[in-house]
Structure formats: C-alpha cells, structure tokens
T-cell receptor, first 114, second 113 residues
C-alpha cells in the first residue's frame, strides 16, 4: 500500500539552531511531494513542493526540502529556527495514477524554544 | 487561504441531527475536496469533485454526502451526525496543472454530542 511516514510526532529545537522534519514515502511511480504547515486554529498553508528537477526545493518562510529518491525521503529543513516556526507540519505525496489524490503523513509538531 | 472560506467555523450538534458545512472559493479552481483531521491521523479525504458534474468518494465517505452547487461551492452534509464524526473539517481547492497544489480553508470545528 502507498504511504507517507513522518517518524517523529514532535521535534524540539532551540531558536537559532537548524531544524529538520523528516518525511519518507512508499509509493509506486514518480511522486509529487508537498509540505504544508498548520498554525494553531488555522487551515493548512502550502510551504513547498517537488515536481521534478533540482532535488533541493526552496519554499516559503526560509524553508527548504531535499528530495532523495534512493532513500525515498523528502525532509524539511531550515538553517535557523524561529519561535514563530512552531506549528504542525504535514508531508503529502501525490502519485499520478492515484487520480490526483494526496496521501498525507500524520503530521509532526515542531516546537521552537527561545 | 482567504480565497477559500468555510462556514460555520465552529458547530456543536447532537447525535442524529443533520448538518451541512459549506465551502466557497474565489480562486476559480475546478477541483474541490473535503477532508477531516483527527489528532495523530493527519488528513483523510472524504469526497472530492473535479467539476460540477464529477463527484467522487474518498477514503472515508460513509456517513457523509456532498453537493457541488457551482464551480465555487462545495457542501458537505452529515445526514445523521454521530459522536465519532467530531473532528476538524477542511475544504480545499486545486487547479489542473503541474503539481496541483491544494489550497485550504480555515476549517470547521465540529462537536457531536
């Protein structure tokens, strides 16, 4: 079965330190990969996506993600965390033969401590 | 995304009641989706619609129905609400194109007593 895993329920990082939120996937075919962020009492906001091309994708708010085909991963990164980055982060994958549906990870809560 | 609105934002109802959640978008997108979010489970797709005449069941459609009244409007109904339908419900839209990024409304928090 096709799936997306976010192996960490929660990630704690000190402000100013680099952060990584992990995502791995298991799908057939070539995936389109997405990261979304959900702030408290808000809807999901699109951060970035990988379709094709350069494996390093840059997105909103200084975030970037690296597509690694051999490791089937798409980890979200930021060089220097801000307290305002504290939120819930979701990874999602679309496979072209899935009728354009997204397969979602369970989410990772990111806590940035001052 | 302010271009995708949902009403109501919060709703408390009783078991057995029929309720409707509404979604409107001004993005001009053809594709619309309804999801529910439960803690630790991520988002699960309830229904999706690729245009006014095309409606499809998602992963968890049992107990739900939808209506696509126009390109811009997509409603979700719970015919007879039950407590395990207590959740956060999101509407989303996407356009046809590379990647088809989905854009989300602010959500409706539903409590079924």
């Amino acid at each position: 079965a096709q799936s997306v895993a976010q192996p960490e329920d929660q990630v704690n990082v000190a402000e100013g330190n680099p952060l990584t939120v992990k995502c791995t996937y298991s799908v057939s075919g070539n995936p389109y990969l997405f990261w979304y962020v959900q702030y408290p009492n808000r809807g999901l906001q699109f951060l970035l996506k990988y379709i094709t091309g350069d494996n390093l994708v840059k997105g909103s708010y200084g975030f970037e993600a690296e597509f690694n085909k051999s490791q089937t991963s798409f980890h979200l990164k930021k060089p220097s965390a801000l307290v305002s980055d504290s939120a819930l982060y979701f990874c999602a994958v679309r496979v072209l033969d899935s009728n354009y549906q997204l397969i979602w990870g369970a989410g990772t809560k990111l806590i940035i401590k001052p | 995304d302010a271009d995708v609105t949902q009403t109501p934002r919060n709703r408390i109802t009783k078991t057995g009641k029929r309720i409707m959640l509404e979604c409107s978008q001004t993005k001009g997108h053809d594709r619309m989706y309804w999801y529910r979010q439960d803690p630790g489970l991520g988002l699960r797709l309830i229904y999706y619609s690729f245009d006014v005449k095309d409606i499809n069941k998602g992963e968890i459609s049992d107990g739900y129905s939808v209506s696509r009244q126009a390109q811009a409007k997509f409603s979700l109904s719970l015919e007879s609400a039950i407590p395990n339908q207590t959740a956060l419900y999101f509407c989303a839209t996407s356009d046809v194109g590379q990647g088809e990024t989905q854009y989300f409304g602010p959500g409706t928090r539903l409590l079924v007593l």
